[in-house]
């Protein structure tokens, strides 16, 4: 579970615990969503933002990620670039 802004408190981690979930918080934002919110922001500063992640997880930056979590980020990211 991401919380929102990544707001956690202890309250929080009880309720993640209860319902058998992990609390992840994500270091990297890929900034897609300022594409169309702001008018100087380009797709190709997202492809920057994704490439610096590419770039960390070929570092092992992504090391405590499970593998199914790092495989479907890199499916998605395949899907991305098709799609534009």
Same mark, same amino acid.
């Given at each position: ?6 707001? $956690? ?10 319902? @058998? ?8 934002? &890929? ?14 500063? $997202? ?10 997880? @070929? ?8 593998? &199914? ?16």
């Amino acid at each position: 579970m991401q919380p929102p802004f990544g707001d $956690v408190d202890d309250r929080i981690r009880a309720i993640a615990h209860r319902l @058998n979930l992990r609390t992840i918080l994500w270091q990297y934002d &890929s900034q897609d969503w300022q594409v169309d919110a702001t008018p100087d922001y380009t797709p190709e500063m $997202v492809y920057r933002e994704y490439q610096t992640m590419i770039d960390d997880a @070929n570092k092992g930056m992504f090391d405590k990620v499970s593998n &199914s979590t790092s495989s479907a980020f890199f499916v998605g990211l395949r899907l991305f670039r098709s799609a534009q």
